[in-house]
């Protein structure tokens, strides 16, 4: 790896998450507490950036995943916020559909997410100008086209990607060079992370994404959050000088 680019693009990175807070507040950064967004946490925590961290914790992540909330908290001193789905309606779709019905179409996996992480996000960016995510271009065919920075007509807001442009080796430097607490489970072959009823390990070779709804096509592989009636919301780039 090169130094001076790796250090050029770390540079950009935190130039973005400064504008994000100078320009656009208030903005929140929603984590799902993968190494991505370890990055990020760690930047804007160490800069004490005025974006508010937040994740949403769907009553079906591994126990790992909920431990990197107490790691943040013992070497940053900040509590995360977590927003939780409602639960008369994850009551409901169990009772009608069963716990795990998710495997059963995609259809009925897409309305778990929506419950579980789409409606809570929708509440937790509510009131906001702009949100950060930690999605990169080369996690999977689904985000190839990823901007920095983006116009999302869905919130009526702008959406920036800090991390479009790292790549997997970029992302574990950073975390490496600079002690940052991470899910254990990354060591288990896990790149990708979500709920446990719908992430795997991977095997050697596989797209970082392959564990993730792994009994659905590659195209389908996305829970909502970056999606409006069936296409990913990312559109409209935006010019970085805006």
Same mark, same amino acid.
């Given at each position: 790896?090169?130094?001076?680019?790796?250090?050029?693009?770390?540079?950009?990175?935190?130039e %973005?998450? #400064?504008?994000?807070?100078?320009?656009?507040?208030?903005?929140v950064f /929603?984590?799902?507490?993968?190494?991505?967004?370890?990055v990020?946490?760690?930047?804007i925590?160490r800069?004490?950036l005025?974006? *508010?961290?937040? %994740?949403l914790?769907?009553?079906?992540?591994?126990?790992?995943?909920? $431990?990197?909330?107490?790691r943040?908290?013992?070497?940053?001193?900040?509590?995360?916020?977590?927003?939780?789905?409602?639960?008369? $309606?994850?009551?409901?779709?169990?009772?009608?559909? !069963?716990?795990?019905?998710?495997?059963?179409?995609?259809d009925?996996?897409k309305?778990?997410?929506?419950?579980?992480?789409?409606?809570?996000?929708n509440?937790?960016?509510?009131?906001?100008?702009? =949100?950060?995510?930690?999605?990169?271009?080369? #996690?999977?065919? *689904?985000r190839?086209?990823?901007?920095? #920075?983006?116009?999302?007509?869905?919130?009526?807001m702008?959406?920036?990607?800090?991390l479009?442009? =790292?790549?997997?080796?970029?992302? =574990?430097?950073?975390?490496?060079?600079?002690?940052?607490?991470?899910?254990?489970?990354h060591?288990?072959?896990?790149?990708? +992370? !979500?709920?446990?009823?719908c992430?795997? /390990?991977? #095997?050697?070779?596989e797209?970082?994404?392959?564990?993730?709804? =792994?009994w659905?096509n590659?195209?389908?592989?996305?829970?909502?959050?970056?999606?409006?009636?069936? &296409?990913?919301?990312? +559109? &409209?780039?935006?010019?970085? %000088? $805006?």
């Amino acid at each position: 790896m090169n130094e001076t680019d790796f250090a050029a693009l770390v540079a950009a990175t935190k130039e %973005t998450l #400064q504008r994000v807070a100078d320009q656009f507040a208030p903005a929140v950064f /929603a984590s799902s507490l993968a190494a991505e967004d370890q990055v990020l946490t760690d930047m804007i925590l160490r800069s004490k950036l005025p974006i *508010t961290i937040f %994740t949403l914790e769907t009553g079906r992540l591994h126990a790992e995943t909920l $431990a990197v909330l107490d790691r943040i908290k013992e070497t940053y001193g900040y509590d995360v916020e977590l927003y939780r789905p409602q639960p008369e $309606a994850v009551e409901a779709y169990v009772k009608q559909n !069963g716990l795990n019905a998710f495997y059963e179409s995609v259809d009925m996996r897409k309305e778990c997410c929506r419950i579980r992480k789409v409606e809570p996000l929708n509440r937790a960016l509510q009131g906001k100008r702009a =949100w950060v995510t930690g999605q990169r271009r080369a #996690q999977s065919s *689904t985000r190839a086209e990823l901007h920095v #920075q983006e116009q999302d007509e869905a919130h009526d807001m702008v959406k920036f990607n800090p991390l479009a442009d =790292w790549s997997e080796e970029d992302v =574990w430097h950073y975390i490496r060079s600079n002690n940052v607490p991470y899910n254990v489970l990354h060591d288990r072959g896990f790149p990708s +992370i !979500g709920c446990e009823p719908c992430t795997r /390990a991977i #095997q050697p070779g596989e797209d970082v994404r392959a564990g993730r709804w =792994w009994w659905e096509n590659p195209e389908s592989k996305e829970c909502g959050l970056h999606v409006v009636d069936g &296409k990913l919301i990312r +559109i &409209k780039p935006v010019s970085t %000088t $805006a």
